[in-house]
Nanobody
């Protein structure tokens, strides 16, 4: 069982930056690939970014490519999502997800591939 706790959300203006954090409870964080997803009001949850458990493979959704950076710190059992040049359309609840995998470079790209979810953190971008 893995418990995930997101933090770092808030109300910002367009053009600002935010760093979201996702802290995992499990001591062995290494074999879990991690992903960030988001859900805007009235829309389905969508993929944002993912990182393999080794950290050597990352992948981004087109809407955030070039503005987002996902990273992980194994010593802190934490994965981060740095978002720059935020836009009003980035407004959503951001969820962190973890998936156990034996492949060091594998990463999730769909919410159906996630084993564990956090409770989410709200990001609101005003124009």
């Amino acid at each position: 069982q893995v418990q995930l706790v997101e933090s770092g959300g808030g109300l910002v203006q367009a053009g600002d930056s935010l760093r979201l954090s996702c802290a995992a409870s499990r001591r062995t964080f290494s074999n879990y690939a991690m992903g960030w997803f988001r859900q805007a009001p009235g829309k389905e949850r969508e993929f944002v970014a993912a990182i393999s458990w080794s950290g050597d493979n990352t992948y981004y959704a087109d809407p955030v490519k070039g503005r987002a950076t996902i990273s992980r710190d194994h010593a802190k059992n934490t994965v981060y999502l740095q978002m720059n040049s935020l836009k009003p359309e980035d407004t959503a609840v951001y969820y962190c997800g973890a998936t156990y995998t034996g492949g060091s470079s594998w990463l999730p790209r769909a919410d159906s591939q996630i084993d564990y979810w956090g409770q989410g953190t709200q990001v609101t971008v005003s124009s």
